[in-house]
């Protein structure tokens, strides 16, 4: 359990790196291990301020974490229009969103009995 545990942090951890390397902002990581009958463990949220920036979002997670750890998401949605992409890596799952589509959807208020972490940004 503790190697599972220290997986998903390694994963985690570079994701929000490469969320950080294209200026996602408003990154936050909602622990869900506490919670019953959830589809994973870890939603990490973030926004970007368009279409183009949310691919670039998508597109340096999915570098990174290939680079790094030598894993590929298991699905990933939404990346036509970029509005709301989902990246499924199985126990963590990556929601990058446009302003606008984060706050019309709110899922942050929707899982609310999660643990939820903010991620300071520098920029």
């Not at 359990?1 to 990581?29: F, P, R």
């Not at 870890?42 to 750890?69: D, L, M, P, R």
Request: contains cysteine; glycine residues 4%.
């Amino acid at each position: 359990m503790t190697k599972e545990n220290s997986n998903a942090d390694h994963l985690i951890s570079v994701i929000v790196n490469g969320i950080e390397d294209v200026k996602g902002q408003n990154i936050n990581i909602l622990d869900l291990r506490e919670i019953e009958n959830t589809v994973c463990d870890y939603f990490i949220i973030c926004e970007g301020t368009s279409n183009t920036q949310v691919n670039a979002i998508v597109n340096s997670i999915q570098k990174k974490v290939s680079k790094e750890t030598k894993d590929k998401p298991w699905h990933i949605e939404g990346s036509d229009n970029a509005e709301w992409v989902l990246m499924d890596y199985v126990n963590v799952v990556v929601h990058v969103f446009q302003k606008h589509i984060r706050e019309y959807y709110d899922i942050e208020s929707l899982w609310g009995d999660a643990k939820t972490t903010e991620i300071k940004t520098s920029y």
